[in-house]
């Protein structure tokens, strides 16, 4: 079935340096990379996605890469802050209707 | 502009209780979806309804899951005779399109079944 690979499942990193998250994913079809945001208690929230007519996006401090030969793509945070400490999951899609398939989420924690 | 909304925010059932969650989609969204989220897991797809027509049920893991949308808005996940297994937490996400993109979720409803 339909599956992703999601590396490190913890990050820890002291503010202003850079975090990077990685997935790999099986269905070539897809064509949709969204990655979400979810602190404690709360819901996921979309802070970046990138579709498969482009290799990189960018967002002030967030970028996200896409390799669709290798099918994985990442997730660059730089000068992390320690808000931006939360679970953070890439999922794909843009086929069957658009239904989205997560990875299992990394712990970013991001030390003052 | 308002997001999507679900209620009740928490819900503590005794096994075999009937449970219905609802979900607010954000207006004039065309698409909603379901997931489930164990704990410290990535959410789970359930199904999915483009306007009235639930057009992905593949997710739902047994037939006492069941969900519309009679009016295509607002949508209510009904599960029967729940088991302690069904504990998690459930998500609703609306997307404007048909294609997925840029999928909106609500805060969940947390499923507790002692």
């Known amino acids: 079935g339909e599956n992703v690979e999601q590396h490190p499942s913890t990050l820890s990193v002291?503010?202003?340096?850079?975090?990077?998250?990685?997935?790999?994913?099986?269905?070539?079809?897809?064509?949709?990379?969204?990655?979400?945001?979810?602190?404690?208690?709360?819901?996921?929230?979309?802070?970046?996605d990138?579709?498969?007519?482009?290799?990189?996006?960018?967002?002030?401090?967030?970028?996200?890469?896409?390799?669709?030969t290798a099918k994985h793509f990442s997730l660059h945070i730089t000068e992390t802050q320690p808000e931006d400490?939360?679970?953070?999951?890439?999922?794909?899609g843009g086929t069957s209707y658009g239904k989205l398939t997560f990875g299992q989420g990394t712990i970013l924690t991001v030390h003052p | 502009g308002a997001g999507v909304s679900q209620s009740p925010r928490y819900k503590v059932a005794k096994r075999g209780q009937d449970v219905a969650l609802?979900?607010?989609?954000?207006?004039?969204?065309?698409?909603?979806?379901?997931?489930?989220?164990?704990l410290g897991q990535g959410p789970e797809f359930l199904t999915y309804f483009q306007n009235e027509?639930?057009?992905?049920?593949?997710?739902?893991?047994?037939?006492?899951?069941?969900?519309?949308?009679?009016?295509?808005?607002?949508?209510?996940?009904?599960?029967q005779r729940t088991q302690q297994e069904d504990s998690a937490v459930y998500l609703c996400a609306s997307s404007r399109g048909t294609s997925g993109y840029e999928q909106y979720f609500g805060p969940g409803t947390r499923l507790t079944v002692t």
């Open chain 2, 22 to 38: 609802r979900c607010d989609p954000i207006s004039g969204h065309v698409s909603l979806f379901w997931y489930q989220q164990a």
């Open chain 1, 85 to 92: 400490s939360a679970v953070y999951f890439c999922a794909f």
């Open chain 2, 53 to 79: 027509a639930q057009l992905d049920k593949s997710g739902l893991p047994s037939d006492r899951f069941f969900a519309e949308r009679p009016e295509g808005s607002v949508s209510t996940l009904k599960i």
């Open chain 1, 50 to 68: 990138i579709r498969s007519n482009v290799g990189e996006k960018k967002d002030q401090r967030i970028a996200v890469t896409l390799n669709k």
């Open chain 1, 14 to 48: 002291q503010e202003g340096d850079s975090a990077v998250i990685k997935c790999t994913y099986s269905d070539s079809a897809s064509n949709y990379f969204p990655w979400y945001k979810q602190e404690l208690g709360k819901r996921p929230q979309l802070i970046i």
